[in-house]
């Protein structure tokens, strides 16, 4: 055999052996780097966001007194409301209010809207008992959007009573807006536990106002105001 067939015999069996290995797929190429499918991936990830979702609600409920969701949905229901007006109201963003109330985030990092919660919440009251007709809420719902957070103890309209002067529920809700923005309840609690022994008068307004419910704190107002 000359050299001529001897080369074109090699190259056909090189490419004999060639067309024997395996040859990667189109669809295995195509796989993600990361092994766990797909649904497992979305499971966990599910499992996760709840997870994190159950922490905020728990963090709520010591900040606020219960989860943020079951707060505004009662806003919602009282002064009939839909999200986009509630989040208006209070100076915050559609998708802000809505993660609050998932649980997807925890805190109200802005003190003036603590405090207008706390202003729509007594709003509610009235409404409900029938003090402020639904007429006058709008108009006090406008007032509280174009407030600034600002002291119930003020001059001005927004944040008083009908007759102008704030009530002490009102007042006292204020207080308790005021700690519970910079501190948690157990907080709150620790650092009147450290001053109890030399100042106890001092301790005990902390612990009622930051870490108590509003029905005791009323009392503590009324009795040492009275």
Not at 198 to 212: F, I, M, Q, T
């Amino acid at each position: 055999m000359d050299a001529a067939h001897q080369e074109a015999a090699a190259r056909a069996a090189t490419a004999g052996e060639s067309a024997r290995l395996p040859q990667p797929s189109t669809e295995t190429a195509r796989l993600p780097r990361e092994e766990v499918p797909e649904p497992a991936r979305t499971h966990e990830d599910r499992g996760r966001h709840q997870e994190i979702a159950a922490k905020s609600r728990e963090l709520q409920r010591v900040w606020y007194g219960e989860p943020l969701g079951t707060l505004f949905r009662r806003l919602l229901d009282d002064l009939g409301l839909n999200q986009a007006r509630l989040a208006a109201v209070l100076g915050l963003s559609a998708p802000m209010l809505s993660q609050l109330m998932s649980g997807q985030r925890a805190k109200i990092g802005n003190p003036s809207v603590v405090q207008r919660v706390q202003l729509l919440q007594e709003l509610a009251a009235q409404v409900a008992d029938g003090s402020v007709p639904a007429a006058e809420a709008t108009v006090r719902m406008d007032e509280i959007r174009a407030s600034r957070g600002g002291s119930v103890l003020s001059t001005g309209q927004t944040g008083s009573t009908s007759g102008g002067a704030p009530t002490v529920r009102r007042v006292v809700r204020e207080m308790q807006a005021l700690l519970r923005s910079v501190a948690s309840a157990q907080d709150i609690v620790a650092a009147a536990a450290l001053i109890a022994d030399d100042h106890p008068e001092l301790a005990e307004l902390l612990r009622v106002y930051g870490a108590g419910r509003t029905s005791e704190a009323i009392d503590h107002y009324a009795t040492h105001q009275g």
